[in-house]
């Protein structure tokens, strides 16, 4: 059944009530999901940091065995959909990678982790949010990169989420940014690993920017420098709600189209399912 499976049919990017942000609960998203015609289904809720740093936005480590359990009976009753069980990481300054892989993925048995950069610390431990109604020095952005380009080169995420989500608080695209933001398809080329065009950020309002006028994120101004490394995209709808499970997902995929980039959606599911049955 998944020899013929289509990227369209596939989203890995989802979250449900546990997260603090979100709505809906596992069983939700997949009677949704089925609506949709979507044959398999990635829960990706925001993955706990250590301390229950910013836990007003995620689950904490106590609530994960309650999580992990929300997934087989989800799969019994829906056998027509493959349900992976996954999360979606962060770092913290000092997060190492087995906090991830061996107290995430192993021990509770996910199928899968993905990662994106939410907010940035920099060197006075101040955590920085990045907003569309805030702008930032080179420095922060730098910052970023550098926490993305470290998820990327752990090796253990099936995708990197919304990797030009900073661009949100850009007001201006230039020279400057393009060489600090191209150390990431750099570094995704080098490790194989997708970049996701999230789909969450084309649901948003639009900003006005010195540029003009744009999405929050996705950014093309970074697609069309990112296609120019030799990349492979994932298409998330980073779903917060069940109904969401596939918004704008299309105008995501029109973007990657759009730089000839290729979408891996459903190569990438094969390979967390495969992996699964070791
Ligand atoms: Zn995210
Ligand atoms: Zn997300």
């Not at 509770?108 to 907010?119: I, K, N, R, T």
């Not at 253990?156 to 989420?161: G, L």
């Not at 900073?166 to 194989?192: H, V, Y």
């Amino acid at each position: 059944m998944l020899n013929d499976l289509e990227n369209r049919e596939v989203n890995l990017h989802t979250h449900i009530y546990m997260c603090r942000h979100a709505s809906g609960t596992v069983e939700d998203y997949c009677s949704e999901a089925i609506k949709s015609g979507m044959k398999v289904l990635g829960i990706s809720d925001h993955a706990p940091l250590p301390e229950h740093r910013r836990s007003d936005s995620r689950m904490d480590m106590e609530q994960v065995p309650e999580y992990a359990a929300m997934f087989a009976p989800a799969r019994e009753k829906f056998p027509e959909l493959t349900l992976l069980s996954g999360m979606e990481a962060d770092v913290d300054f000092d997060t190492p990678m087995e906090y991830f892989t061996e107290g995430l993925l192993k021990k509770y048995d996910l199928d899968y982790l993905c990662a994106g950069v939410h907010c940035v610390r920099m060197e006075d431990m101040q955590l920085t949010v990045i907003s569309p109604k805030k702008r930032f020095e080179i420095n922060v952005f730098r910052k970023f990169v550098d926490d993305t380009v470290r998820l990327i080169e752990w090796g253990i995420f099936d995708f990197i989420n919304h990797p030009d989500i900073m661009l949100m608080s850009l007001d201006k695209w230039d020279s400057q940014i393009e060489k600090e933001l191209s150390r990431i398809p750099a570094a995704a080329e080098k490790s194989g690993t997708p970049l996701e065009i999230n789909a969450y950020g084309l649901r948003k309002p639009v900003v006005e920017y010195a540029d003009g006028i744009r999405h929050q994120y996705p950014v093309l101004n970074f697609w069309e420098m990112a296609s120019t490394y030799r990349i492979s995209c994932v298409i998330g709808s980073d779903a917060h709600r069940p109904e969401d499970v596939f918004g704008n997902s299309r105008d995501a995929y029109a973007i990657a189209e759009k730089f000839h980039i290729p979408c891996v959606n459903a190569e990438v599911a094969k390979k967390i399912i495969q992996r699964r049955g070791k």
